[in-house]
């Protein structure tokens, strides 16, 4: 009768264990996607083009007792390009940042400003021709605006410079490079994680330039002018960077 029952229990307890393997197995579940957060945070290099145009003028001054003609003229707008690299820091929605950029510029290289001078003698004169304008510029800026989630307001101003063109006058060329400050603002949006475009205009106004120019008629008379010319533009421009990720 023993061997009976203990035969029986163990009969259950196989059927029970083979009942169970066919159960299914309870797989766990699979970990949650954490999908970063956009922030604007980060270092990013980038490529911009545009238009520029001055607001520079010139003003000739001549020494007493000489007279001149003026027969100046040309264009003081152009295209402007070049690149960009800076960095940006987020805290809630405010951002500040710091940039730097270098920038061809073709601004009023036409120019033409001719002028006659006349002394004494009627046979004598001079003549000079003065085709300025910008070859190049940069800035090097603070940043400072306000992100709605993927879209930056901001403004912006910081160190300027620049050639700012010289001249052919009575004894050659002249070429300047001046410093100066700039100002300005925009808006820039993501359209991803790491690509966001802009659009943007600054203000740029660099030191004045000052070309002396004098002839010598002999060792007691002479004569000249200074050309006083303001070196001052807008710039709009649009702008692609990439955004490198801080995660």
């Known amino acids: ?68 003609v003026n027969t100046g003229g040309g264009n003081n707008g152009g295209f402007t390009g070049g690149g960009q690299i800076g960095y940006n820091y987020q805290v809630g929605g ?24 006349f002394v004494n003698n009627p046979n004598f004169f ?6 300025n304008g910008n070859n190049f510029f940069g800035t090097v800026r603070a940043r400072a605006g306000y992100a709605f989630d993927r879209t930056l307001l901001y403004v912006t101003g910081g160190f300027a410079y620049g050639d700012t063109g010289g001249g052919n006058d009575f004894f050659g060329n002249n070429n300047n490079t001046n410093a100066g400050w700039t100002v300005g603002g925009g808006v820039e949006y993501a359209f991803t994680n790491n690509l966001t475009a802009r659009l943007e205009g600054l203000f740029v106004s660099l030191e004045r330039n000052r070309n002396n120019d004098f002839l010598f008629l002999n060792t007691v008379n002479t004569f000249g002018f200074e050309n006083r010319k303001n070196n001052e533009f807008g710039v709009v421009r649009a702008g692609l960077n990439y955004k490198f990720n801080t995660y």
């Open 1 to 68: 009768m023993k061997k009976f029952l203990l035969a029986s229990v163990a009969l259950f307890g196989l059927a029970g264990a083979a009942a169970a393997a066919d159960l299914p197995v309870r797989a766990a579940p699979p970990a949650p996607i954490v999908v970063p957060i956009f922030t604007w945070t980060g270092f990013y290099v980038g490529v911009n083009a545009g238009g520029a145009w001055s607001n520079n003028n010139n003003h000739d001054v001549f020494v007493p007792g000489v007279g001149f």
């Open 126 to 131: 001079g003549l000079r021709n003065n085709n």
């Open 94 to 117: 405010w951002v500040i940042g710091l940039e730097t950029d270098i920038q061809f510029a073709d601004l009023g290289g036409n120019n033409r400003d001719n002028d006659f001078l």
